[in-house]
Structure formats: C-alpha cells, structure tokens
C-alpha cells in the first residue's frame, strides 16, 4: 500500500489539537485529498458538531453518516479526549471497529461489546449501547465521555433495548451527541428533551436525497424468476430477504440450482476463501453454497461464517446473499439489489406486516455508492397470489383441460399483502420514536454504588435513581410507575441480600449500600437476576449434584434457544415412538404418550414452586416466567463438546443460537452468581464453558492479530478512498 493516500490518522497534529477549526481544516483537507466531495448534509452536520451543538443526523443510507462520525472522532483524537461510537449489535461494534484501526490507527481506538475489551483507554471506543448506558449508569456525570456518536438510533424505540438508547442522554449532560439513522421521523420530542438536559442546543440535519437513487418494483413470478430476471438486469449482488433462519438456508439450497457464477467466478471464490478452515458440522454445507456464490447471513450462524460472507460480499464476489433482516443494521455488505420474499414477518409475539421503518432500514442497503448508478428494491407477491396467477395462464393456454385446484392457500395465521402494500411502504415516513425506558435490578445496583462513592447524606438515599427518573422522557404518570418499581426492586435487593443497610460516621444516617462481598463485575441486568440468587439459596451445598443444579437455576432464568429445545422434543419423541411400537403399545395411546412430551427439565418442580414464592414477595416480577431447560447442563453431564452436541441433535444451520446461549450461560453464571455461592465444581463449569467458547470461535482475535500485517486487513483494496467506501455508511 505504499502509492495509497495517506489514512486519515496520518493528519494528526504532532502534540494534538483543541482548535476545532484546525481540526475541521485538516478534516475537510483530508476529505479533499482522497476524492470525497462532501454532500450539503455533511458540511452542515460538520460544522455544528465543530460548534459545540448536538446533532440529529437524519440522511438515507449511504448518505455518508459514518463520515460525520469519523469526522467528530477525529477531534477526540486530535484533543487527546475520549468518544464513543455506539451500535445495536456487537458485529456492527466490531466491524466498526477495524475500520478505524485501518482509518485512525490501531493505538487509537478500542471496543468493549461485553464480551470482548481491546485497549479500553483508547480516544475512539466502539461499544454496543448497553455497554455505554452501563458505564453511564456506573458513573454518571463523572463518565469521561465528551462525544458520544449513537448510530442506528431508530432503536431507540426497541421495545426490549430501547431504554440502554435513553439512559446516556439521561445521565451524561456535559456531553455532546451524534444521533443517526436513516429512519427517524419525528425527533422533536427527544431533541427537546436532550437541550433542556444538557443546556446545550441540537441541530437537526435531514436530506432525502440519497446519492445512489432506488427504484421499486412489486413482481408476480415466482422466485427463482424473479432472480434469473434480476441476474439478466445485471442487477447483482441480490440481498434475498428472509425473516427465519430455516428460510435463508432454504432459498440458498434452491438457488444452487442456477447458474449465477461463470467457471471463473467460482475459481475466484476458491482463491479468496483460500485455506479458510470450515470445521464445524454446518461448514461443510455453507462452503458449498460459496462455491455457487450465494452467502448465507444470519444469527444462527457461528460468527466467522458471517464475517466469511462479508469479506467476499466486499471483494465483490458473491451474488446472492440470503439473509435475515438483522443486515438492515448498517453491515458491511455492498449490494445493488434488495428482494423482499415477504412483507410479513413475526415480531416476537404475532406475524404482522412490515412497520415502514422496517422496510424502510432494509430496503436501505440497495445501491452501492461508487459503484452502481441506481439500488433496485423488489418485492415478491404472496406465494398463493403468485401460484394462483400461473394456474390461470395455464387454464388460459388450455382452455379444455381441467385444472386441479391450487395446493397453495394461505395459512392460518398468515398475513397477507398486495401491490398496494410495497407502494404505502415507499411513501409513508417512519413511525415516530417512543420512549422504552423502564427500572432495572441492575440499574438500581449500579446507581446505588454511584450514591454509595458521593456518600452524600443532603441528597438522601436513592439520589441517583430519583434524578434518572426524573430526567426521563416518560410522561408524569409513566415517571411515578417507575418510582414504585423502584421501590419494590429495593426492598426484594435488600430481602436477597444484595443491599444492606448502614449508618453514617455520625450514626445518625441510615446509608443504602451494596454489599461489598460481591465479586467486582457482578451483574444483575438479566430480568430474574433476583429470583436466581434466592433459588440458589434453597438449593443444598452438599448434594454431589449441586453445581449442576444451580446450572440448572441459570439456564432457567434465560431466554429460550426455540430450535434446540424444539429439535430435543422431536429426539425423544422418535426415541419414544420406536420404543413403544416394539413394545407393541396401541395408536392411540402412542399419540397420547407424544402429546406428554417435553424438553428435558431437570429440577422443574423446585424451580416453579420457587418461583411461586418469589412472585409472592416480588409483585414487580409481572410476566416474568422462568424457563426450565437443559442445554448447557446436558453437554455438561454427557461430557459433551460444541461439535458433538450440534450433531446430536442437527443443529448444523443453527450453530450461531447454540454459542450464543452457551455464552449467556457463561456470562450469567460467572457474573450473575454470587461467589460466596460457588464451590469448585461451579468453578469447573465455568471454565469449562469458558474454555469451549474460546475453541469454537476465536474470530475476533484472528482478526484482531491481523492488524500487525494492514496488508491483510482488507485484501484487494488499493486506496483509502475504496476503503471507506466498504465500510457501512461512508
């Protein structure tokens, strides 16, 4: 790379700087140097971050959001001050991540994502929001946080995550905001609530133009169509949109029957993935959909099968991607189109159509700035519309024949859509942003450690929890239920011993403290944390089995890995059917033995009638249910590694939800797990968990070490210019 235009970090004054408009000259220089011609939304956002001012940054994608971004880290650097860059996901953290490295230098930037900390004391920090709402929440106005860059803010209104988006603008008032995303709507609320915290005034910068304009069409033909159509266009790299993981393995499998790669493209691919080693039980099957040059990108898939994807995707040698919506979230993969199977997708508690900000995020990524003139977005028509219109075309070219009636009917359940449909999803804004904020048990113990270092009685107990509250942006009556849910999470912290109460020097003040035998990093941020320290409690320190009974209390305070606790059911209803027909059981008792069957639930009793109690004395618990399964406990007692128990029960297309839940496993029971509770065979299993995780997936690191060889980094790009072309927004 030495003919390539220096990298910005090579702009950095010697000693620094605190003079903004040096730092914006010797920005804007550099901006010059590499070809960027600066859009009108860009120079305004500029110069009132250089201002002073927080700024709303609502542009399309591809507008050059993250050049603002840079643009404001680039000043932390040059004043010798720390930002931070917040993302929704811990693969847009670290994407982001090494693309600064690249741009800024790898001494001067840092990543926390909970799971991962690289040089944490670094100018430019890339972190998922949790992450900086936690440290915010520790550490309040004392935070060292001067430039906070948010991006794909939208998520602000998450109805589970929304609240770690509030809690920064809540609790950091000397700092100065970067808000960003491309589908907003109505900031005005928010922006009135972020001046009169802050003292400061906020910018709302917006443009619709986008620099690579979309076109939209809605198409009748079925799929493998739609996508021979596209192809002849000239319309690829394809982003097949898919709302399950089963879906996007699905349509990858029927689209190996296509010719999409030339002999030389495959040869191509072969290069590129080199020796890439696919050792875990579904890599054989997602090499050979990169061999027809289709990716496939989800969450259930094992971290460096992702960014395996995003590497080719960048090199431009894939041409279809089948993935699930979470691409909508600013990954790195150039496309030029994006095809919608659906416009229905289930939210977690019903299938309804597709919210317009939705549509609008994903639909988003078509069109590559620098390389294609115009994004395509297209939709497919409903299977059932589309089967209907080719049985009239066939009754319509053999009016004789007598046509059979149409397999394909919509489910029940279903929800449908029409042409009219994609056409209100074009037009229609964004939904409004809505507050999401709510009390947790570890937010109170984070603050009451706060309270606890001021130890200031004037301000009284619960000084800091009164103040979060009071800043909302909840109405008043939605500030007085999060009072009283403040109020009873206290008194169930203190019942479980986490809190105590002690007097001042004087004896005279009754002080709330958090006991300080807890471990450093103890968490509480998991719903049931409280329920599963009082479990524990009850269960008897010298059963043989009670380190994996209180396994068992961890797993079932988490949320439900569905497919594998679906594919356990469907084992041992094999298992049983095969044994009662040898035993020669009737039918219908056979059917009314499967309809008993659940997943495995070790120590289920204990844990309902446990739980029974807890909400007695809780109320606040609300619809909070405990989940008793046997995951992490069934590798632990069958000795079983990550590879054996995928194979166990075919998890190959969902090995991604596998090590995501081991990890919460692990996280929960080193962090969430009080250590006077935990005897050597706690121990054990936490290394042994520890210890798994590090061998499945150590991409991060790999990635991590290629830093000391640039040339690695992003292989096959010749100038900064085209590098930051491929990172997500630039």
Known sequence: MADTVPTLGSRIPEGGSTDPDEILDLFLDWAADIGFDLYPAQEEALLELMADRHVVLDTPTGSGKSLVALGQQFRAVCEGRQSFYTTPIKALASEKFFSLCYELGADNVGMLTGDASINASAP???????????LALRKGEDLDAPYVIMDEFHYYADRDRGWAWQVPLVTLPKTRFLLMSATLGDMSGIINHMERRTGRKAALVHSDDRPVPLDFSYRETPLHETVEKLMEADKAPIYLVNFTQRECAEMAQKLTSMKLTTKEEKTAIREAVGDTRFTTPYGKEFKRFLGFGIGVHHAGLLPKYRLQVEQLAQQGLLKVISGTDTLGVGINIPLRTVLFTKLAKYDGRKVSRLKVRDFKQIAGRAGRKGFDDEGSVVSQAPEEVIEKIKEQRKAAANPKKKQKKSARQPRAGEVSWSEDTFKKLVADPPEKLVSRFRITPGMLVDLLQRDAAVNDPSKGNFAS?????????????????????????ARSLYRAGITRMERDTSGNYLWVTVNEDLQVD??????????????IEGLDTDNPDYALDLLSLVESVLEDPVIILRRQVDKIKTELINRLKAEGVSYDERMNRLD?????????DYIHAAFDHFRRDHPWVGGDLVRPKSVAREMAEDYLGFTDYVRRYG???????????LSQVYKTLDQNVPDQVKNDDVHDLIAFFRALLERVDTSLIEEWESLLHPELLLEGVTDTKTCLLYTSDA
């Open 596 to 604: 008993e069957v659940t997943n495995p639930q070790p120590l289920a």
């Open 522 to 535: 103890f968490s509480l941020f998991h719903n049931l944390s409280l329920f599963l320290i009082e479990a």
């Open 465 to 489: 929890v009164r103040e979060l509250i009071a800043n909302c942006h909840d109405d008043e009556a939605g500030k007085e239920r999060h009072l009283e849910r403040a109020a009873q999470l």
């Open 651 to 661: 998890l190959q297309r969902s090995e991604g939800v596998l090590l995501r839940y």
């Open 124 to 134: 430019v920090i890339c972190c998922t929001a949790e992450v900086l709402a936690n």
